[in-house]
Structure formats: structure tokens, C-alpha cells
């Protein structure tokens, strides 16, 4: 399995760099983001023309839909990559914090 590479930042976190993922992984990523900036230039110009304010929502939910979609692929490759090569190496304290870290920013 190829992992990511780890560096050490200045702030004492290690950065995990994307370049180093599974490029199927990173291509979904970007296209997926693609289309959700797509529909935030959407809702300017909605707002710019005086949309109805449903529709102007029903386009904001799906924007926040898609972001969520995109924490979930992103949370699923750290569980399967960084956080499972922290265990094996015998790191389970560090891996059990970033465990608890998502959980509590993913129920915010």
C-alpha cells in the first residue's frame, strides 16, 4: 500500500500531502469541488438577479451536501491511511486524539 508522506511543520503538526494519495482519490476530490464552486458562482448570481429565496436554499443545501460529501471521502482516506499506519507503528495514542478530533468537528 503506498502512503502518504509525513512532514513535520513548525507548528508541531504532521501535514500529510496530498500529492502522495491515490490519484482516483485526488481527481474525485477536485471534480467534486469543481462542481461545488460551479454552484457558488450559481448562488451569486442568484442573489444578483433576486432569486427566490427557496430556490436560492434549495441551491445552498446542495452545496452543503457536497462539501459534506467531500469531509466524508476525505475522513474515509485518513482512517485507511494515516490513522491505521499510526497504530501499526505503535502510535495508538496519537491515532485515538485525530480519531476524537473528526469525530467532534464532524458532529459540529
Known sequence: MNYPQLTYTPRGVYDTHMKDTNNKNK???????KIIEGQVRGLQEMVGKNTYCIDVITQTSAVKQGLSNIEDLLLENHLGSCIL???KSGQTSKAKEEILKVYKLKRK
Open 27 to 33: 481527481n474525485q476530490l477536485v471534480r467534486r469541488l
Open 85 to 87: 499506519r499510526q497504530i
